[in-house]
């Protein structure tokens, strides 16, 4: 019968994947952006035709935000120091439009 051998994320490395995504992605800003202007009904949507300037960049609070979690939450899953649920990770790509293998690291 086969061996296998386990993957083993390691958290370090895939937390500061997440920290770059929040630092570089602009799929993220634009969804945080209209998450909170839509609301307003400050937004029509459009974010082509955004009248707000934008960098690719958003807050830990941001962030926190689409996820409905806490700042200190965000700051732990980038720093390796919490594992993010199954769940957070699928709705980190999908609000990121990246693919779950762009995110997670794993021990060698």
Request: with cysteine.
């Amino acid at each position: 019968m086969p061996t296998f051998k386990r993957k083993i994320i390691d958290w370090d490395k895939t937390g500061y994947n997440l920290e770059q995504l929040r630092i570089t992605n602009p799929a993220l800003r634009k969804k945080s952006c209209r998450s909170r202007t839509f609301e307003a009904g400050e937004c029509e949507g459009d974010c082509d035709r955004c009248r707000y300037e934008m960098d690719n960049s958003i807050s830990r609070a941001e962030l926190a935000q689409i996820f409905g979690v806490s700042e200190h939450v965000i700051y732990s899953w980038e720093r390796g120091r919490t594992p993010v649920g199954v769940e957070d990770l699928l709705l980190y790509c999908d609000v990121a439009e990246v693919a779950l293998s762009d995110i997670l690291v794993f021990l060698p």
